[in-house]
């Protein structure tokens, strides 16, 4: 379970989250949405202690993040920030075996091995193990990375807009991949998403943010309508159901 107990965070004295609080189940994978600037990244940013909690709590199951050892949050929480600068001179299974630091500090055992080729097959990244990380496109890059968080085996997953460069192939297959992730090794994956399309397909519960507060949580058939898209981004949508889930569609034409 995530528990989120009034966050707030200013910068510069500028209010960038307001009284923040989620309950989120583990085992599910949860789309956070919301308009640019929203403050999904500074949620995150706090969340994995990449910035100083200044107020409220945050827990990742038993474990408090103000009170936690660095070395247990690095088996607890991975997080893929929204940019990130690689080392080209790294292959793809290098960098892959540094998502397995928090466990071999360095000497990596056949378990980590083992858990590298797992990834690299899940994410159908055989082609492209040995080649060195500057030699590959954008999308390739952001594959790899996101296969390098999920090396790290944590149960918890903080993934910031994780389908930047990727394809339609590439884009379902990792969201499959994160399902199978949370349902079936149960992972408790949070992903922002500017597609609300695959936030509506993919996340068992989505929670909408706007200016700094959390304005609706809910399953994606309970949460995306028509009323709730014009409230969060000003755009008035038509919602379809398909197969259980909602499609939505920019009716401005
Ligand atoms: N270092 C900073 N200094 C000043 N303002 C900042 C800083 N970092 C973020 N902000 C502001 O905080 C607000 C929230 O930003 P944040 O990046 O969390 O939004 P977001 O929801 O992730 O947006 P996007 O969808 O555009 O990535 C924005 O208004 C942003 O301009």
Sequence with gaps: MITINNVSHHIDHHPILNNVSLSLEDAQVIA?????GAGKSTLFSVMSRLQPLQSGSVQFGEYDIAHTDSKVMAKTVA???QSNQLQ????VEELLMFGRYPYHQGRPTPADHQKVAEVIKKF??????????STLSGGQQQRVLIAMIVCQDTPYLLLDEPLNNLDMYHSGQLMRALRSL???QKKTVVIVLHDINQAAQFADTVVMMKTGQVIQTGHPIEVLTQETIQDLYGVKATVIEHKGYPVIIDSRV
């Design 182 to 184: 949370a349902h079936e």
């Design 124 to 133: 159908e990244l055989q082609d492209m193990a040995h080649r060195y990380l």
């Design 79 to 81: 997080i893929l920030a």
């Design 88 to 91: 080209g001179r790294l292959r």
């Design 32 to 36: 956070l949405i919301g308009p640019n």
